[in-house]
């Protein structure tokens, strides 16, 4: 099987307890299904005024930088080479579903929010759910 062929895999990496939960169940799904995860983590144009902003491509690296070392320090060294990670400009879900769109699973994160606040903020788990081209794994965090 090529590597164009394997079982697909996305999930997104916020940094978050959850998302790093997710990436551990990826890596148990891709371990299953002979698979290739790409994690993905996206940024958006943050809303400063009066200061400098950094620019696209420094953005990109930092981002970059901060998902690999996620990724590293939350999965096995043994299946680092299963993984490759990508940087995405944009609002996460829409980032997200993009990458989907050639996958054949998406793992998200879920916070564990209440619904009040959930009705206000929205929800990337659950827009990814509703708008996905292929299955999505909601690992919720339980944490307190």
């Not at 200061?51 to 491509?57: G, S, V, Y």
Request: hydrophobic share 40%; glycine share 6%.
């Amino acid at each position: 099987m090529s590597e164009q062929s394997k079982y697909a895999i996305v999930v997104g990496v916020d940094g978050s307890p959850s998302s790093q939960d997710a990436l551990r169940w990826a890596v148990r799904q891709a371990h299953r299904t002979d698979g290739n995860i790409t994690a993905v983590m996206a940024w958006d144009t943050p809303a400063l005024y009066d200061w400098p902003l950094p620019t696209a491509e420094q953005l990109d690296r930092a981002t970059d930088e901060t998902l690999r070392k996620i990724v590293h320090d939350t999965v096995d060294e043994a299946d680092l080479a299963r993984i490759r990670t990508q940087v995405a400009r944009g609002h996460p879900a829409k980032a997200l579903l993009h990458a989907a769109e050639s996958a054949d699973l998406l793992v998200v994160g879920r916070r564990g929010q209440g619904s009040f606040s959930h009705a206000l903020l929205g929800s990337i788990s659950q827009y990814c759910v509703s708008h996905a081209p292929c299955p999505v794994v909601v690992v919720r965090d339980h944490r307190p």
